[in-house]
């Protein structure tokens, strides 16, 4: 049977028993049984073409391996059905002419955090819990809000104030969350929300909930049906609570152990140098974590305490992955050619082609190397960081013929 587990001692918990850490205080995970999986990624073709929509979002195409809720328990907005770009001009400014690109900012809010946020939901409203709660730099917050709007259940959700992009704040209140802005930065609030969680006062959707990882493996699982299930090389995705890295390292540890591919790919988190617990705990091997005073202008990613560290590290290892790290400068250079190519995106996820860049060059990525970059949010979540950062102008003009031709006349001249 499907079951919760500790990550820690190995204790087996029921899978919908209403708890988000062990008695010894690990993180749980769901244990699913390989019988019957094996077949799946064919199953999940054919469902490609049907008009069901468990079968069409890319996370419940994968459902019996995600969490086996029947269809109409399903909370779904037919997320995860995102592009697989191969980008000429990011190939070459990174230096990996094998490189595609898996934009999770197409997701119905604009983020990953859709994935896992449609497993956690599904799960409360199954549990019947009244009221829903995260902490988020934003991108969570506006997943929880909308999904819950759908699931017809209340949710509430903790901001650290003054420092949410107004583009996440305004989406997570027009689909009505109640937001509370709390005075203190990311990792305070995801404390507030601990606390209430244990407390039993709110149903905790951070990804610190199990259901949420299961959710976000699907990124892995639709890379690989986008490639044939032939594994690339490596898989480079952005690190701040490091829920993703640790979803991508047991969506390949089960992608492998269920025979779906026969070579895991290595994963590289990159953090932003300014919000680098991970990185640092890298360095010494991940014999501790140092939690630190965050600060980076990618906003995603601006945590100093990841709660995941135990499962992400271990993702790391099993795939012989590393984790590197990028300054705020070198994510905005990654942001305007990024921008530039047409796909666009937030600067955490930018953060990623940054870090590839710094791994070509250090001879770590090769050019016959096949590479996944995973953009993690669109590019319209943080306007301001387009606006600020990339010396762009808006050409005033009289509404007047000549006016205009003079001025097509010097945009043809330019090159
Ligand atoms: C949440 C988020 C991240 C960080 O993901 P973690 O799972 O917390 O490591 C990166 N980029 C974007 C756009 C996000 O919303």
Not at 273 to 288: E, H, I, T
């Amino acid at each position: 049977m499907t079951h919760l587990q500790c990550v820690n001692c190995q204790k087996h918990f029921p899978l919908f028993e209403l708890r988000f850490e062990c008695d010894c205080e690990g993180l749980l995970e769901v244990i699913h049984e390989a019988e019957g999986l094996r077949d799946l990624p064919q199953l999940a073709e054919k469902r490609l073409t049907s008009r069901i929509p468990a079968d069409r979002s890319g996370v419940w195409r994968f459902r019996e391996a995600v969490v086996p809720l029947e269809e109409k328990e399903i909370v779904t907005q037919l997320e995860g059905r995102t592009g697989f770009h191969a980008v000429e001009s990011l190939q070459k400014w990174t230096g990996s002419p094998g490189l595609f690109i898996k934009h999770e900012g197409e997701n119905p809010t604009g983020s990953f955090k859709d994935r896992g946020m449609t497993a956690a939901v599904s799960v409360a409203k199954r549990l019947g819990m009244p009221l829903l709660a995260c902490a988020s730099t934003g991108n969570t917050s506006s997943a929880l809000s909308s999904y819950a709007a759908r699931a017809g259940l209340k949710s509430v959700v903790f901001l650290p104030s003054g420092k949410v992009s107004l583009g996440k704040m305004a989406q997570t209140l027009g689909y009505g969350a109640h937001v509370l802005a709390v005075k203190g930065d990311f990792d305070d609030a995801m404390q507030i929300v601990r606390d209430l969680a244990k407390a039993g006062e709110v149903y905790m959707v951070n990804s610190l909930n199990p259901f949420r990882i299961e959710g976000q493996k699907t990124i892995i699982w639709d890379i690989l049906q986008d490639m044939n299930w032939q594994a690339p090389d490596w898989i480079v995705v952005p690190g701040g609570n490091l829920g993703n890295t640790s979803a991508f390292g047991k969506a390949i540890e089960e992608a492998f152990e269920w025979g779906w591919i026969d070579k895991k790919p290595r994963l590289a988190t990159i953090q932003a140098a300014g919000a680098n617990p991970f990185y640092k705990s890298f360095l010494n091997g991940f014999s501790s974590l140092q939690s630190i005073q965050a600060e980076t202008i990618a906003t995603a990613i601006r945590i100093g305490n990841p709660v995941n560290f135990s499962r992400a590290s271990r993702a790391i290892i099993n795939t012989r992955g590393i984790v590197g790290q990028v300054s705020d400068k070198e994510i905005l250079a990654a942001k305007a050619v990024i921008d530039r190519s047409g796909l666009g995106c937030e600067p955490a996820s930018a953060a990623t082609l940054a870090g590839l860049k710094l791994m070509v060059q250090a001879g770590l990525v090769k050019k016959e190397d096949k590479v996944v970059a995973v953009l993690t949010g669109s590019m319209l979540k943080d306007t301001d960081a387009i606006m600020k950062s990339q010396n762009l102008t808006v050409e005033e003009v009289e509404a007047d013929a000549k006016a205009i031709k003079l001025s097509l006349d010097s945009l043809r001249s330019k090159h």
